[in-house]
């Protein structure tokens, strides 16, 4: 019985309870939910729902949660129902439904954990969104694996969900790319506000192998070759390097686009019909201060310049015309100060900046060498790259780290520890039990154990205490999954792999052998065992791709 199903029984049950005393079921709601009791003593699941409709119906909590009980204990595949405190049911199932799980996981395969609880909402999820002025460094490296991890879990949970990367190819930044390119082939040193680092050496000789007559171009001219040139090869290589990481996005939007299609002037000319513009010093500003900001915004300066805030204005209206009723933008921590101005300014567009504008902020990462933490890119100069990350540990271990943790808090990626084929590395210790319960699989068929079909299944049998534990870790995935969504926090999922699947399964496997010793008889209690084994390889690969992360045969 899945957790789904058992509360509908409870809701059934208080249908007939509220029926028998002639109470008003209009007070009932159209769902509920049970949850795992924090101590397992207490029983598989619980329910707060006599407490929740007390009130409502005018009956003491407990007097409500006895008759419920008495009701529910008499469901098929309840064993027992306790009442605890001042009204909360404590459920325990009978061995047979508990394990009747397993068939509903594998039955269900890679679909078992999505719901539909974020249909309806659609939502755009921009991240990573680096300058295309070098390479991603190692915080773009978090948002994109937490990115990523995110737009799959919203999509597992039923959003309509559009990943998008913002292209800044407009502003000073490119101009000061261009001006570095161009000292490289003239073989003079950066601009002092201008980039360095092998790459620039690199891109500069690779636009003067594709355009050979830049070379006899002046300075203004060669200039503008580098920059059109540059910046379409960094970009190239950023696609690439991402899309080797597992990461591609639906939409790949050009700063410059906003600029040539006249949407700055569309999102000026509709923050005026607001009524929250005004001209000031021959500038004009947003008054963004109605709406909780420090200060009023420049969107356009007095020499006819627009701001990059007037781009963001413009960007963030261009998301809402699409129909995303949810924009959540993902930034550095650098860019706490930003989270004000954009709050404010989705209100100026008369948007509720609380349900229409998310912004989530990453702390800091550093990748530690010997308990040290490196400081310098082989490639970039001065930051740690991508590509450092993953020659270092890999594609499965950085995603891993990078979602593992909560993206509020900064986070140390030893790299001794992500490389260790040991138990104490966390995606070694998860990505085990996906290429164990395959070799399981594996050495069940070579010995002649199958599952067999559905109807041959008895659970029952799986009244070991292990066999319980991990079943009811199993059921749990669904919940995480959803949680995971509604908070967007990744991290979750990783945690639950670890500490609930992962580690249910290996006292699972330590204690109940599923493969007959020998010339031993195969039993109905092997076939139900090797049920609950491929269950949990279900739900291991099921969470892992939630992560991007492989779910690995053989180790």
């Not at 929250?276 to 008054?287: D, I, M, P, V």
Request: hydrophobic residues 40%; aromatic residues 8%; contains cysteine.
């Amino acid at each position: 019985m899945t957790p789904a199903e058992l509360a509908s029984v409870v809701l059934a049950a208080a249908h007939a309870v509220f029926e028998q005393r002639g109470l008003d079921r209009a007070a009932l709601p159209a769902s509920t939910v049970v949850e795992r009791p924090r101590n397992p003593e207490h029983g598989d699941y619980a329910s707060t729902l006599a407490l929740q409709l007390s009130k409502k119906v005018g009956v003491p909590p407990r007097e409500l949660a006895t008759a419920l009980a008495d009701e529910l204990g008499r469901a098929p595949g309840v064993k027992s129902v306790e009442i605890a405190g001042p009204g909360f049911l404590n459920i325990r199932l009978d061995a047979a439904a508990a394990g009747q799980l397993a068939r509903v996981i594998v039955d269900t395969g890679a679909e078992y954990g999505r719901s539909d609880r974020l249909a309806g909402e659609k939502i755009n999820l921009e991240f990573v969104s680096a300058n295309p002025t070098g390479p991603v460094h190692i915080g773009g490296v978090r948002w994109a694996a937490v990115g990523d991890a995110l737009s799959r879990l919203l999509r597992a949970t039923g959003a309509d969900v559009g990943t998008e990367y913002y292209f800044n190819d407009a502003g000073s930044q490119i101009d000061r790319f261009a001006r570095s390119l161009l000292a490289a082939a003239k073989g003079e040193s950066a601009p002092e506000d201008g980039y360095g680092g092998a790459y620039i050496a690199e891109i500069a000789a690779e636009v003067q192998a594709r355009r050979p007559e830049v070379r006899s171009l002046d300075d203004d001219a060669a200039q503008e070759v580098f920059r059109v040139e540059g910046v379409a090869l960094m970009f190239d290589e950023i696609r690439t390097s991402l899309r080797d990481f597992g990461v591609e996005f639906d939409t790949y939007f050009n700063e410059k686009d906003l600029h040539d299609r006249g949407e700055l002037d569309l999102a000026l000319n509709r923050l005026r019909e607001q009524g929250h513009l005004y001209e000031s010093e021959g500038a004009t500003w947003l008054r963004t201060t109605d709406f909780g900001d420090d200060k009023d915004r420049v969107l356009r300066k007095s020499n006819g310049e627009w701001t990059y805030f007037a781009a963001d204005c413009a960007y963030y209206l261009d998301k809402r015309e699409r129909g995303f009723e949810r924009v959540v933008i993902m930034l550095g921590a650098d860019h706490h100060g930003y989270i004000g101005r954009m709050k404010a300014m989705s209100a100026c567009f008369g948007d509720d900046p609380e349900r229409n504008l998310e912004i989530l902020i990453g702390q800091l990462v550093n990748l530690l060498r010997d308990g040290a933490p490196m400081r310098m890119s082989k490639r970039a100069g001065t930051v740690i790259t991508l590509e450092d990350l993953v020659e270092a540990i890999g594609v499965d271990a950085s995603r891993y780290a990078l979602a593992r943790y909560s993206s509020d808090s900064p986070i140390d990626i030893d790299i001794e520890l992500w490389t260790r084929a040991t138990r104490d590395n966390p995606v070694y210790y998860v990505q085990y039990v996906a290429a164990r319960t395959a070799g399981v699989a594996r050495n069940a068929a070579e010995v002649g154990l199958v599952p067999g079909d559905a109807d041959g299944f008895r659970p029952e049998l799986l009244d070991h205490e292990k066999e319980n534990e991990l079943l009811k870790a199993l059921a749990q995935f669904p919940a995480v999954v959803a949680t995971a969504a509604e908070l967007r926090e990744p991290h979750r999922v990783a945690r639950y792999l670890e500490e609930s699947v992962a580690a249910s399964y290996h006292r699972f496997y330590d204690n109940c052998r599923v493969l007959p010793l020998g010339d031993e008889e195969i039993t109905d209690l092997h076939r139900a065992r090797l049920w609950l084994n491929n269950a949990t390889r279900t739900v291991i690969a099921n969470g892992l791709y939630l992560l991007g992360v492989s779910a690995p045969e053989r180790m």
